[in-house]
C-alpha cells in the first residue's frame, strides 16, 4: 500500500479518497475548506495545512480541482503541491484543463525531478460510487506503471493513452460526444412527442434501445423531470466543446456535429438556460420547435 | 401456446422463428426462396407456399420485410397477406417503413375485420440472438395485449408507444441517434488520433466511456477494421434519416444534427462509400481531414 | 414580331405580358379570372377563352403558373395547352417545377410534333418592372434561338443552360442561397445589434458593402420593418430549399449551408412565423437569442 | 485640406495615401521597408523616419496595417505612434482587429488627451480603386466629424457605427457573410454542374442573379480560374470567423450558417489548401462530392 497525498476534497474527489482508504492506503489530504472534510479525517485521512504538506507526505499525490485557475491555486507559491515535490515523486491531476497547461504544469513538475501525470476520469459521482469509473492517463510509461494500482483502486477502468497531455486531450474527445448524443436524443424524443407519443414512452422505448449510452440512461430522464441543481451545465458543457473546436481547428479535423451542438449550447444561453444541466437541450429545442411549457 | 404465421425468413426474420419455436409455438413460414428456410422446418416450421396460406394459417401473422415495395409485394394480391386475414385475426410487422404506408396498411387490414400492429425493432442480429431485442409496438392497445407473449419471446423488451404508425415513427426517432452518434465518435477518435494518441487507444478509452451505447460498442471498432459486409450501409441509414427529416417538417421539429450527419452520408456517397456500413462516416471525415489511409 | 400565347396572367405573367406587347409581339392570354386580365385587353391583349385557344393562336406559347400542380391544370385535358399544341410550335414553361416534372412534359409536347423549353426567371416584380429580369432556358438548342428575341423582351437578360430540365435545376441552384444569404445576413446583424450597434445602423452598413447582393438591398430591410404581405414566404422558400436538397442527395453533392438554413425554417415555422416572408429567418435567430420584439 | 500622417503604405494604405493626396491633402507617412513608398514621395507624399513622427506631423493620423500584432509594432515604444500623439489629435486606425484589443487602445490613446476611432473598410483594392470603398467608424461623435472628411475622400462611403471598438465589430459581421455566400454559391454551382450545366455556363447565370453580391461578382469566376495568388486565403478568412464566433458566444447570439461555414474552412485546410484564396471553398465541396479535377 502506498502514502498518498490528495488536494482538493470536493464531491468527486473527496469520494476518491473514501476508496484509496478502502483500499487501504494511507492518505493525507488538503482541501480549501476542513469542514467539509472532517467525514474523511474520522473515516481514516490524515489532515494536511497546505497542497505542500499533502504532496510531500505522498510518494504519490493526486489533485481533483474544478479548472485550470484552480488547479493554479493549489500548484504554484510556497505552499502549493509542486513545492512539496522532490525528486523520485509522481503527481497525477485528475483534473480536465487544456492540454497545453497540463505539459506546461508537466514540465514544471520535471525540474523537481518528479514526473506527472494527467488522468481525468469519464463519468459522475454516481458512475464513481457505483466503482465503473474510467481513467484515461498520460505521462510516462514508467511513472503511469507506479501509479497504475492507485488508479485501479478509483477506477477500476485505467488506459494509458501516451504522453503529457495526451489524456486531458483524450477527455476533450470524449466530452464533445456527450452534448452532441443528447441533443440528437431531445430530436427524438421530440420527433416522437410531436408525431403523438407521450413523451414518457419515447424516452423509455429510447433507454432501452441500442442508441442508450450510460450518459443518456441517466442524463436522457431529466427531459421529463430537470434535476434541482445541474450536474453538468451548460456552460460547463460548451467550455469543453469549445476545447475540442479549438483543437479541431489546430489540427485541421473538422467537426460538424460538435459545431452545430456548439451553436445550441448558445441558443440555450440566449433563452436564459445557462445555469442548467445541458440536459436543457431539449427544452432548448422544443421552444424552437413552439412546444410551450 | 399460439399458431402463428410468418413471412419474410432472412436474416432477421429466420431467427425470430427460432426464438418463438423454442418458445412453444406453432409456426407456419413463407419465405420467397424456400432452401434458405430448411433449417427452420427441419426444426418444427410448418411450410406455407404463400404469404395468403402463412395467413390463413396463424391467429397471429408476422413480417418482416426489407422495405416499403417488399411489404407491399407480400401483402397485396390473391396469395398476399391481406388475402389470408379473415374477422379476429391479427397481423403484426416488424418491418421499418414509413408511417404513412404502416397506417394505410392497417386501414387495409381493418376492412378484413382483422387488426395491424407495427412492431419495429431496435437492434442488430445479435441483439436478438443474445435476447436483448427491444420492440416497440403500435396498433390498437387489446390487439397489442393479445400479440404482446408472443413479441415478448422474440424480444424481450416490448414498449406499446399508441396508435397505428406510431411504433415505425419511434424507431425513425431512435435511428436518427445512431449515424450522429457515429460521426460524433469519428469525431473524437479523430481528434485523439491527430493528436497523437494511437487509434486502438482512442476506441478503447471511449469504448469504455459514458458515451459508449450499445451501437457504438458493436459498431466502433469498424473505425479499425472495416466489416467485409455491411451490417447496415450508408444508403440505408440515409433513408432512414430521410425519413426522420420528412416528419420533422411535417411537425415542425428542427432536426439540427440529423441534417448535418444526413450531408455527411451524402458525402459518404460522392466518396464512393455508399455501400460500405455506416461507420464508413469515419473515412470520411478522415478524408476530409488530409488523412489518407 | 411573333403571334405569342400566354398562359397564367398573375402578378408576374401580367406584367410580362405588358412588356411582350409594349415591344410590338401579338399576345393571345388566357388567365383563370378574366376580370384580372382586363386592363392587359385594353392595352392590345387578345383574350383566349381556354389555355388551348392562346397555344391555337401562338407560334411560341408561354406560361407562368404557381406550382407543378397548377402547370398540370393547364397544360392537361382538351381545354389545356398540350391539347392547342401542334407540329413547328414552341411551348416555353417559365414557372419554378422540379426538373423531372418539367422534363415530363416536354416529353409529351414533343409527341405532339411541337417543343418545349423551360425558362423560370430569376428576380421579382421590381426586378422585371425595371427590365433587369434574368431568364434562364432549357431544351433544344435551335427552338431557344427561334424563342429568344421573345425571352430577350421579357428579360432582358437571357442564359442558355442546356437540355430540358437544366433551367429548372439552375432555378433551385440558385434560390438555394437566397435563404442562406438571408440568414448570414441575419447573423451579422444581430451580432452587431447586441454589440451596442443600432440595428438600422448595421442594416445601412450591410447594405454599402460588397456582401449586398440585389436580394439584399431589397430584403435586408425587412429585418427593420416586415412587409404587410410577404413576397415569398418561408413555405414557398422550404419548397425549393427541397428541392436542392433532393437534388443533392441523387447527385451525391453536400449541400452544408443549404441543410442548415433549411431547418432555421423549420425552427421559423415552428415559431408561428410560416407565412411571412423568409426574410423572418431573423426574427427566429433573434428569439434564439432571447431577443424580446 | 488637412496635415495628415500615415503608418503602412501596403497594398491598401498606399492606395489610400494616393486618394488623399489628389484630394489635396498634405500626407506625411511611414512604411518598413521605405522603398515601396517611393512612387507616393514622387506623388507628393513627405517621407517619416518612425511612426511616432508620422504622428507628429498629422493634425490626424491613419494607420493601415495587417494584424493585432502589426499594430502593437507601430504604435508601442518610443519610436510607436502613440509617443507621436498629443492632447487634441486624432488617430484612426483601419485596420482589422479583434474589437477587445481596438478598445484598449483607444484608451492609451485618450491618456495623450488624443482620441482614437476604428475605421475598417469593406472591399478590395479594387473597389477603393474604382472609388467604391465603404468605411464604418467607431469613436467619439465629435472626433468623428473632424477625420469625416478625411474619410471620405478615401471612401467614398463613410458610416459611424457607434463607440470606440463598435466599427472592427461591424466589420467581422461583414466578413462572416463572404465565406458563407461563398460556400452557398459553391453549392449551387456544384449541384448545376453535376446535373449536366456546364461550369461556366452555371456561373454566368449566377452572377446574373439577383444572390451575386459584389463579392460574389468578382470572387465568383475563381471556381472556374483559381487566382496565381490569394486575395483573401483560407486561413485569414477563418480568422475572422473565429472572431465572429468568439463574439456570438460572449452575446449568446447562435450563429449556425457562420460555425458551418468555419468547419468547411477547416477542411479546405485538412485538404491542403489553407494558402489559397478563400474562393477554394468550392475545391473542397468538390472533393466531398467525389469530383476530380
Given at each position: 500500500?502506498?502514502?498518498l497525498?490528495?488536494?482538493?476534497?470536493?464531491?468527486?474527489?473527496?469520494?476518491?479518497?473514501?476508496?484509496?482508504?478502502?483500499?487501504?492506503?494511507?492518505?493525507?489530504?488538503?482541501n480549501?475548506?476542513?469542514?467539509?472534510?472532517?467525514?474523511?479525517?474520522?473515516?481514516?485521512?490524515?489532515?494536511?495545512?497546505?497542497?505542500?504538506?499533502?504532496?510531500?507526505?505522498?510518494?504519490?499525490t493526486?489533485?481533483?480541482?474544478?479548472?485550470?485557475?484552480?488547479?493554479?491555486?493549489v500548484?504554484?507559491?510556497?505552499?502549493?503541491?509542486?513545492?512539496?515535490?522532490?525528486?523520485?515523486?509522481?503527481?497525477?491531476?485528475?483534473?480536465?484543463?487544456?492540454?497545453?497547461?497540463?505539459?506546461?504544469?508537466?514540465?514544471?513538475?520535471?525540474?523537481?525531478?518528479?514526473?506527472?501525470?494527467?488522468?481525468?476520469?469519464?463519468?459522475?459521482?454516481?458512475?464513481?460510487?457505483?466503482?465503473?469509473?474510467?481513467?484515461?492517463?498520460?505521462?510516462?510509461?514508467?511513472?503511469?506503471?507506479r501509479?497504475?494500482?492507485?488508479?485501479?483502486?478509483?477506477?477500476?477502468?485505467?488506459?494509458?493513452?501516451?504522453?503529457?497531455?495526451?489524456?486531458?486531450?483524450?477527455?476533450i474527445?470524449?466530452?464533445?460526444?456527450?452534448?452532441?448524443q443528447?441533443?440528437?436524443?431531445?430530436?427524438?424524443?421530440?420527433?416522437?412527442?410531436?408525431?403523438?407519443?407521450?413523451?414518457?414512452?419515447?424516452?423509455?422505448?429510447?433507454?432501452?434501445?441500442?442508441?442508450?449510452?450510460?450518459?443518456?440512461?441517466?442524463?436522457?430522464?431529466?427531459?421529463?423531470?430537470?434535476?434541482?441543481?445541474?450536474?453538468?451545465?451548460?456552460?460547463?458543457?460548451?467550455?469543453?466543446?469549445?476545447?475540442?473546436?479549438?483543437?479541431?481547428?489546430?489540427?485541421?479535423?473538422?467537426?460538424?456535429?460538435?459545431?452545430?451542438?456548439?451553436?445550441?449550447?448558445?441558443?440555450?444561453?440566449?433563452?436564459?438556460?445557462?445555469k442548467?444541466?445541458?440536459?436543457?437541450?431539449?427544452?432548448?429545442l422544443?421552444?424552437?420547435?413552439?412546444?410551450?411549457?
Amino acid at each position: 500500500m502506498a502514502k498518498l497525498g490528495f488536494v482538493g476534497l470536493g464531491v468527486m474527489g473527496s469520494r476518491m479518497v473514501k476508496r484509496l482508504l478502502d483500499a487501504g492506503h494511507e492518505v493525507t489530504g488538503y482541501n480549501r475548506t476542513r469542514s467539509k472534510a472532517e467525514w474523511l479525517v474520522k473515516a481514516g485521512m490524515k489532515w494536511a495545512d497546505t497542497p505542500a504538506a499533502a504532496a510531500r507526505a505522498g510518494e504519490i499525490t493526486l489533485s481533483m480541482v474544478t479548472n485550470t485557475e484552480a488547479l493554479k491555486a493549489v500548484t504554484e507559491g510556497p505552499e502549493g503541491i509542486l513545492a512539496g515535490l522532490s525528486a523520485g515523486k509522481i503527481y497525477v491531476d485528475m483534473s480536465t484543463v487544456s492540454p497545453a497547461a497540463s505539459r506546461q504544469l508537466a514540465a514544471q513538475v520535471a525540474t523537481k525531478g518528479a514526473r506527472m501525470l494527467d488522468a481525468p476520469v469519464s463519468g459522475s459521482v454516481s458512475t464513481l460510487e457505483e466503482g465503473k469509473l474510467s481513467i484515461m492517463a498520460g505521462g510516462e510509461r514508467d511513472a503511469f506503471e507506479r501509479a497504475r494500482p492507485v488508479l485501479e483502486a478509483i477506477g477500476p477502468k485505467v488506459t494509458y493513452v501516451g504522453g503529457n497531455g495526451l489524456a486531458v486531450t483524450m477527455k476533450i474527445a470524449t466530452n464533445l460526444s456527450l452534448a452532441t448524443q443528447m441533443l440528437a436524443f431531445s430530436e427524438g424524443v421530440l420527433l416522437a412527442e410531436k408525431s403523438g407519443i407521450a413523451r414518457e414512452t419515447a424516452v423509455e422505448v429510447l433507454l432501452n434501445s441500442v442508441m442508450a449510452s450510460p450518459m443518456i440512461k441517466y442524463r436522457g430522464p431529466f427531459v421529463l423531470n430537470m434535476p434541482g441543481e445541474a450536474w453538468f451545465d451548460v456552460n460547463m458543457m460548451q467550455k469543453d466543446l469549445l476545447l475540442a473546436l479549438e483543437l479541431g481547428r489546430q489540427l485541421d479535423v473538422p467537426l460538424p456535429t460538435t459545431a452545430v451542438t456548439n451553436e445550441m449550447l448558445t441558443t440555450a444561453r440566449g433563452m436564459g438556460l445557462a445555469k442548467q444541466d445541458f440536459a436543457v437541450l431539449f427544452e432548448a429545442l422544443a421552444r424552437m420547435s413552439g412546444v410551450k411549457k
